[in-house]
């Protein structure tokens, strides 16, 4: 179908007449970003937040396991702010153990509430 030449197209954004190209959906490039910011408004705060979390888990695993190995207590990493439902991978040995990692920080359930931290070597 071919469009004819004359027809008014308008910014999706701000209605304003669209001049140029056939093919040009937006009047600026102002436009065309703040309609695709807003559209995408949601998965990029899902995004941020997430890695937010993430950063935050990495930097009290960082403080409190500056030795590539200790232990400590849920209590305490829970009193620094940590979150146990952000991590980024799962490692299973072969007896079983969950090693949860925040990259290359992790940490590993133990009795009573400690828990083993740990650090991966590169």
């Given amino acids: 179908m071919v469009k004819n030449q004359n027809s008014q197209r308008t910014c999706p954004e701000c209605g304003e007449k669209i001049v140029g190209r056939i093919d040009k959906k937006y009047c600026s490039d102002a436009c065309r970003n703040t309609y695709n910011n807003a ?15 993430l950063r935050k888990n990495y930097r009290i695993l960082e403080e409190l ?12 990493m829970m009193g620094k702010g940590f979150d146990f439902n952000y991590f980024t ?19 590993l359930a133990l009795e009573d509430d400690y828990y083993a931290l740990v650090k991966r070597e590169r």
Wanted: aromatic share 14%; net charge positive.
């Fill in 89 to 107: 991978s799962i490692y299973t040995t072969k007896t079983g153990n969950q090693y949860f990692f925040v990259y290359d920080q992790g940490y």
């Fill in 65 to 76: 396991n500056p030795n590539q190995k200790k232990k400590t207590s849920r209590e305490r």
């Fill in 39 to 53: 559209l995408n408004k949601d998965i990029k705060n899902l995004i941020r937040n997430t890695h937010n979390r």
